[in-house]
């Protein structure tokens, strides 16, 4: 199993920055692809960003792409998400996840939550206008 815990989340205005931490123990982090997802309020659960066990490759969804940046660093168990121009749109609980699908990186199963199976318990982030 892989422990999962968010960080770095909070209140700024927008075109702001934030970077958000997450902090892995248990089980072999280096070997898991990542993901972050967010959630708003009465919104289902949408993918953001993804980066390969290796760190080499990363993944977008289009409303992020040029904004944020996901990044890790295995020495530490940690995986970062650097969050710049930040927008109202951008409010939402933040979550890290460890991907547990077959799917190889950058097909459907990397954006797909159903594929990921260790969880953080999220950091919120609010983008005030």
């Known amino acids: 199993q892989v422990q999962l815990v968010e960080s770095g989340g909070g209140l700024v205005q927008a075109g702001g920055s934030l970077r958000l931490s997450c902090a892995a123990s248990?089980?072999?982090?280096?070997?898991?692809?990542m993901g972050w997802f967010r959630q708003a309020p009465g919104k289902e659960r949408e993918f953001v960003a993804a980066?390969?066990?290796?760190?080499?490759?990363?993944y977008y969804t289009d409303s992020v792409k040029g904004r944020f940046t996901v990044s890790r660093d295995n020495a530490k168990n940690t995986l970062y998400l650097q969050m710049s121009s930040l927008k109202p749109e951008d409010t939402a609980v933040y979550y890290c996840?460890?991907?547990?699908?077959?799917?190889?990186?950058?097909?459907?199963?990397?954006?797909?939550?159903?594929?990921?199976?260790?969880w953080g318990q999220g950091t919120q982030v609010t983008v005030s206008s």
């Open positions: 248990g089980h072999t982090f280096g070997g898991y692809n």
């Open positions: 980066i390969s066990w290796t760190g080499g490759s990363t």
């Open positions: 996840a460890a991907h547990v699908g077959r799917g190889r990186f950058g097909t459907s199963s990397t954006t797909s939550s159903t594929d990921y199976g260790y």
